[in-house]
């Protein structure tokens, strides 16, 4: 496809269930971000992909989370045992190079309900 | 330790009039800044960016203006129209290497334009 896709677009789980999120990017693009937003609240970073580099994870708010690069294309972000707080729109971003000053694409997002 | 911040979370203008968001950052490695447009229930969208060599880019209703002296830079949109509401991300990613090239965004502003 021409874009980032995310799936699934909605996603309600159980309390302590793990999940996975998919991010597809556009093809040729090197760097692929994770971000989320809670309701009310602005883009919180999550995780950095570029290229081979190892990822800049500094943005995970727990051990619960963790996130693979295949490939160096598709993006997987695992949520361990969720919380209800972990309900927000997560939302996946990928850009061309490696310096960041072309635009980052966003997905859509899956927007996430612990219930 | 927030680098990019929007301190108005809320602007609302009448159509036709000037609607101005501003962004303030800290890091001085920053040298590539853009703003993003937000849609309720889709992912941001690109919408125009800045070099740090310039202290101006202007793409048709839209002008970024750049003071890095201040570390500031504005959006202007002129003249408003109801379509431009939205929440408006500013962003930044720096140079430096590795993970300064991350994009970091603040906490976004919801414009309303009203009819």
């Known amino acids: 496809g021409a874009g980032v896709s995310q799936s699934p677009s909605n996603k309600v789980t159980e309390k302590g269930k793990d999940v996975e999120l998919r991010c597809d990017p556009i093809?040729?693009?090197?760097?692929l971000y994770w971000y989320r937003q809670s309701l009310g609240q602005g883009l919180e970073f999550l995780i950095y992909?570029?290229?081979?580099?190892?990822?800049?994870k500094s943005g995970l708010p727990s051990d619960r989370f963790s996130a693979e690069r295949t490939g160096g294309s598709v993006s997987t972000l695992t949520i361990q045992r969720t919380q209800q707080e972990d309900s927000a729109v997560y939302l996946c971003a990928s850009s061309l190079g490696p310096r960041g000053n072309t635009e980052a694409f966003f997905g859509q997002g899956t927007r996430l309900t612990v219930v | 330790d927030q680098q990019v911040k929007q301190n108005s979370p809320s602007l609302s203008v009448q159509e036709g009039r000037i609607s101005i968001l501003n962004c303030d950052y800290t890091?001085?490695?920053?040298?590539?800044f853009l703003w993003y447009k937000k849609y309720p229930a889709e992912g941001p969208t690109f919408l125009i960016s800045?070099?740090?060599?310039?202290d101006k880019n202007e793409d048709g209703r839209f002008t970024v203006f750049l003071n890095k002296s201040a570390k500031h830079l504005s959006l202007h949109i002129v003249p408003s129209q109801p379509g431009d509401s939205a929440v408006y991300f500013c962003?930044?990613?720096?140079?430096?290497?590795?993970?300064?090239?991350?994009?970091?965004f603040g906490k976004g502003t919801l414009l309303t334009v009203n009819p």
């Open positions: 800045i070099s740090s060599i310039k």
């Open positions: 890091n001085s490695m920053f040298d590539y």
């Open positions: 962003a930044a990613s720096g140079r430096g290497g590795g993970s300064n090239y991350k994009l970091t």
């Open positions: 992909f570029q290229g081979n580099s190892a990822p800049d």
């Open positions: 093809s040729g693009h090197t760097a």
